[in-house]
C-alpha cells in the first residue's frame, strides 16, 4: 500500500522544509513510539526517561487518554496537529479552540473504524470541560516527557534540514525528493511512500511542506483531511555520533569548541543552528563565529533577521583537507 503524491510544476517551486521540529507532529509520534512493542534503541534513554516519570508521578491517566485519541496504528485527529505550528502554548491553544464542527469530522474520520468511548463523543459535541481535560494532559505529556528531550530532538532535525539543503543546491527539489530514502521513491511527477493504506493527494499547486521528525519511524504522515495545507512528515535520519568531529590537529590549533564550530559549517547555517550542531550557547556561538570571521576562515552575511555563516575556502581545506 502506498500514498502517491502527486506534484505539478507550481507545486514544486512551493516545496519547503521546515525550519524546526514540530512540537505537535513530534508529540503525536512519540505517542506512537510509546506504545511500540519494539521501538528503535534510538529512543532508549527517552522511553527510560517516560518510565522514570511516570512511576515517580500519577500521569497514566494522562496517557491513557492521549493514546486513546493517537493509537498504535492507524489515523488520529487532524485537530492535534494544527496547520499552522509556532511554539507549543501557540499551538496548544489552537487545539483547544478547534471549532466543534471541525472536532466533530476529525473524530468522526480518526474512529472510523474503532468504536469511540463516551469521552471522545462528548470531545465531538464540543464539550468544554473535555477540551479543557484534553489541554491539561497534552501540557501535562509535553512538560514531563517531551520538553527534557527536546534539545535532541531540536539538534536531530536541525542536522536533517542542514543535509535537504545541500540536496536542493546540489540538484534542485528533484534531488531533495529523490533523497528521502526513508520515506519513498521519487518519480517525477509523483512522490510514492509506503503507507497503511492505499491514497492519492493531489497538491493542486498549493506546493508542500515536508517536515523531518524525530519521533516519526517507518511511515510517512500526513493530514486525513485533503483540503488541509499538504504537509508530508517523515523520519529525520538519527545519528550515534556528532556528524562534524574536528581533527585532534585542529582541535590542538583553534581549540576543541572553535575547532567544532568551524566545522559544523559544512553547510550554511544561522547563528542559532551553528549553536544547536556545535552544542554551545547563542552568545558563545556567535563570539566564536567572529573570531573565525576575524581570521578569514567564515563570512557571514544577513539573511532577513538571522546572520547566516559560510564557510571561506580556507576555512574549508582547514575543516576538510584541501580540495582537488
Known amino acids: 500500500m502506498a500514498l502517491r503524491i502527486h ?36 529512543y532508549g534513554p527517552w522511553l527510560r526517561h517516560v518510565r522514570a516519570r511516570l512511576t515517580a508521578s500519577d500521569h497514566r491517566r494522562v496517557v491513557r487518554l492521549l493514546t486513546t485519541l493517537v493509537p498504535p496504528r492507524g489515523g488520529f485527529p487532524d485537530f492535534l496537529t494544527p496547520a499552522n505550528p509556532g511554539r507549543f502554548d ?11 464542527g471541525r472536532l466533530r469530522q476529525d473524530l468522526a474520520q480518526a474512529f472510523d473504524h474503532r468504536a469511540a468511548p463516551m469521552w471522545v463523543r462528548r470531545l465531538a459535541d464540543g464539550d468544554q470541560p473535555v477540551q479543557q481535560e484534553l489541554g491539561h494532559a497534552l501540557a501535562v505529556y509535553h ?8 534539545p535532541r530532538v531540536d539538534q536531530c532535525v536541525h542536522g536533517e534540514r542542514a543535509r535537504r ?100 559549517l559544512d553547510t550554511p547555517c544561522s547563528t542559532s543552528e551553528l549553536a544547536l550542531r556545535s552544542g554551545v550557547s547563542i552568545p558563545s556561538a556567535s563570539q566564536h563565529a567572529s573570531t573565525l570571521r576575524n581570521a578569514g576562515l567564515i563570512s557571514s552575511s544577513r539573511q532577513r533577521s538571522a546572520m547566516l555563516h559560510t564557510l571561506t575556502r580556507l576555512g574549508r581545506e582547514l575543516a576538510h583537507g584541501p580540495t582537488p
Open 143 to 150: 512538560d514531563e516527557f517531551l520538553a527534557p528531550h527536546w
Open 90 to 100: 501557540a499551538s496548544l491553544d489552537l487545539v483547544r479552540s478547534t471549532p466543534a
Open 165 to 264: 539543503s545541500r540536496d536542493v543546491l546540489d540538484g534542485g527539489v528533484g534531488q531533495l525528493l529523490q533523497s528521502l530514502e526513508l520515506c519513498g521513491r521519487w518519480t517525477a511527477p509523483t512522490l510514492t511512500c509506503s503507507y497503511p493504506r492505499d491514497r492519492d493527494l493531489h497538491l493542486k499547486g498549493r506546493g508542500i511542506t515536508l517536515i523531518p521528525s524525530y519521533f516519526c519511524t517507518r511511515f510517512p504522515v500526513t493530514f486525513i483531511d485533503p483540503e488541509l495545507p499538504p504537509i508530508l512528515v517523515y523520519p529525520a535520519t538519527h545519528q550515534s555520533r556528532p556528524a562534524n568531529t574536528p581533527r585532534a590537529a585542529l582541535s590542538a590549533l583553534l581549540g576543541r569548541t572553535r575547532a567544532t564550530v568551524l566545522c559544523s
Open 7 to 42: 506534484f505539478t510544476a507550481d507545486d514544486l517551486a512551493r516545496t519547503v522544509v521546515s525550519a524546526s521540529p514540530d512540537v505537535m507532529w513530534e508529540l503525536v509520534n512519540s505517542l506512537h513510539i510509546l506504545q511500540s512493542r519494539r521501538p528503535a534503541a534510538v
